[in-house]
């Protein structure tokens, strides 16, 4: 099925680790955003990519970084995991550029960091 | 700065009843409101889209009302069922340029459905 997705979706980091969270779609959308969301608060930008080749920071980019490897995947990096990262990540992807489609999630990473 | 806020936080209803959820907003320069239903652990999928003229807007049970002046929507779910049982988010994308990265979300109002 066509979609948005996100590998893996459970896990457990100790301090001081580091891991890449992975993304990828299939839908030919050329930009790209990794939000983070956390209990009683709406999802918050991470980092985004208008298009292949391009990254910029969002609202809480400290602590991460990322890479648009091609126009279907996008990665985020956790070069140092902190208590603070635990959260559950989406992916998401659209052809928006101002716009009226609808930017497509995928079904999420729930990361905890001990 | 801008801001989004949804009430109630939650709210409990029987199936087969109707119910309302707010959203009221602060951004500006405002392009479009969108609300989405997140089910337990999955992302959050789009049920609706409005820009500035328009007022309503339906999809199946859900229908979604804007008011561009009060800066508030509403989204109104008719005949309930179990499996509406979600978090609805609000979403409004800035205008002013390219929209990359600028959607505000509200936090977002749980909804159970109770037999």
């Known amino acids: 099925n066509a979609g948005v997705t996100q590998t893996p979706k459970f896990q457990v980091l100790k301090t001081g680790q580091s891991m890449t969270l992975q993304c990828a779609q299939d839908?030919?959308?050329?930009?790209m955003y990794w939000y983070r969301q956390d209990p009683g608060m709406g999802l918050r930008l991470i980092y985004y990519?208008?298009?292949?080749?391009?990254?910029d920071k969002g609202e809480v980019p400290n602590g991460y970084n990322v890479s648009r490897l091609n126009k279907r995947e996008f990665s985020l990096r956790l070069e140092s995991a902190a208590p603070s990262q635990t959260s559950v990540y989406f992916c998401?992807?659209?052809?928006?550029?101002?716009?009226?489609?609808?930017?497509?999630f995928g079904s999420g990473t729930r990361l905890t960091v001990v | 700065k801008n801001q989004v806020e949804q009430s109630p936080q939650s709210l409990i209803i029987l199936e087969g009843k109707n119910c309302t959820l707010q959203?009221?907003?602060?951004?500006?320069?405002?392009?479009?409101l969108r609300w989405y239903k997140q089910d337990t652990g999955r992302g959050p999928v789009s049920l609706t889209i409005?820009?500035?003229?328009?007022n309503t807007k339906s999809n199946g049970r859900y229908t979604a009302t804007l008011d561009a002046d009060t800066k508030q929507s509403s989204l109104h779910i008719t005949a309930s069922q179990l499996s509406d049982s979600a978090s609805y988010i609000c979403?409004?994308?800035?205008?002013?340029?390219?929209?990359?990265?600028?959607?505000?979300f509200g936090q977002g109002t749980i909804l159970t459905v109770h037999p």
């Open positions: 979403v409004v994308s800035a205008g002013g340029g390219t929209s990359y990265g600028k959607l505000t």
């Open positions: 959203c009221n907003y602060t951004v500006s320069p405002f392009s479009n």
């Open positions: 839908m030919n959308h050329n930009s």
């Open positions: 990519s208008a298009s292949e080749g391009t990254t």
């Open positions: 409005m820009t500035f003229s328009e």
């Open positions: 998401a992807s659209t052809n928006e550029g101002g716009g009226l489609r609808g930017y497509t």
